[in-house]
């Protein structure tokens, strides 16, 4: 979602900015601008679509200054357009958001009432067009963003910049992630410190509520009460904030490569360094907890549906999903013994985050299970466990996906030894089978060219069906979320027992059904609903092992997978269901690692 970059430098600006929002492509955007203060003047340049657009723009009306502003826009409020683009500019005053203002409309007729007009259709106008409202009036270009943002309500991560003003740029969080770099006599503002990566290590991450006026001798920052905040200055790695897509053609490509590795590092970090035992944290105590409540938004719901059945097949442990945007909108019982999970790659997403939010003060122990381990939801829950995975830079979640798993089996495990259902021993006999995952995973992975040939097929479909029973059941709506977001294909996950009460009904000889089956306990209900399909001459394509395949008789086609342990199916499986969707992308000749309308951070409700 919208990118956030501002620079007070000691060279030209723009087309460093330009490479920082390069960097924050990922999240996902329609729009681009920058807005530079040079000798004083304020001007600024936009341009619609790929940030291509805006560096031909550049090229031809250059912008320079050693102080600018630059932003991502995923549109919110107004369509994609050069005038809705950020920045936005209102007098002496251009302001550059990421996320949403809720009382903008009454903001905006109060300004209208006071004869500003405003030219877009976005909330964002109207914090620029009320900071120069109050330099109209005689503030100073801080005090007016100060009283600003006293009349906000919303979510933001804000940074402005001011006519007149060479050596000034004011920053705002609150509900949205905002970061403060430290260079040498230069000073930088960024959505994440992957934006800031190349320019400098040490960042300051402001907590909610806090305002800071950066100036190149440095940052001051001040909390929600207006008193002076210390934050701390972190050195960030740049190996975890440096990415490039090691020779693979898409980033999306190196992050499913990565799996096995990925899997292997997280395992180990939530280990002893022998792999015998777990080694997660005391806090995490599930002695008394009565109730587990997963919440989620996308992929990580689908882990979060995966690990249900652990939690309650190997720990015996009560355990409930939700969406997080359904969350708390239905007044979910909440229990002293509970203990609330939130599961999210990126730790910002803002229906997760006020999830938990919700939860606190009413539940034992609130987990964040985040890849970003500065992100909200990593310091605002009681517990907040790393998958590892590094940073994931295509909008469709792969590795995060089963790294995700990992850590909530690991959970399973502890609840499980925790609650006397398993012993230290069989917890130790469960950890060495997990090690022999990332060799599982490469095996799948192998398999990469039958399914390069299998998703060909798919190419040309406008629906296709994923069926799966027990944890393939969120695998199959997976795998569907995937081939969706990748190639537009309309695609469902259904419970392969479900189908005949509706679903069967689109079977025809066009409709391809991919059937999530190893020779597992559950895998001759599977084939008889699969016999289902073929009945009515539906596509079936069967993804199983030897065994499975063998038994299952004559489908039109199928891809042999290596033979699994029941609990490492899910992670297995994951693999050809992403690649299924990689290569049919691929063969459409979609944006693989930013699909059209899709952010990857989702920084609003
Ligand atoms: C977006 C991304 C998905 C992701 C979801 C949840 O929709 O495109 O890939 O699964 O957000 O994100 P989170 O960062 O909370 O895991």
Redo the contacts with the bound molecule.
Sequence with gaps: MCGIVGILGTHQVAPVILEALKRLEYR?YDSAGIATVNAGHLDRRRALGKLVNLSDLLVHEPLAGMAGIGHTRWATHGAPTVANAHPHRAGRVAVVHNGIIENFRALRSELAAAGLAHESDTDTETIAVLTRHYMDQGMTPTEAANATLERLEGAFALAFLFEGEDDLMIGARQGSPLAVGHGDGEMYLGSDALALAPLTDRITYLDEGDRVVLTRAGASITDAQGRRANRPLTRVRLDQATVDKAGHRHFMAKEIAEQPAVLGATMAFHCTPDKSALALPERLDFTACDRLILV??????YAAQVAKYWFEGVAGLPCETDI?SEYRYRQPVLGARNMAVF???????AD?LAALRHVRGHVACSVGV???PTSS?ARESDVALPILAGPEIS???TK??TA?LMVLLLMALKAAQDRGKLSAQQVSDHLQLLQTLPGLMRAALDREPDIAELAQGLAGVNHALFLGRGPMLPLASEAA?KLK?LSYIHAEGYASGELKHGPIALIDETMPVIVLAPRDSLFAKTVSNMQEVLARQGRVVLFSDRAGLAEAGAVPQSLAMPEVPEMLAPFVYAVPAQLLAYHAALARGTDVDQPRN?????TVE
């Design positions: 996902g989620a938004c996308g992929t990580g719901y997080a599961i999210s790659q990126s730790g910002e997403t997760t985040i890849n970003v939801i909008v469709a979640s995060a996906f995700q979320l977001e899709l952010a990857k951070s989702v």
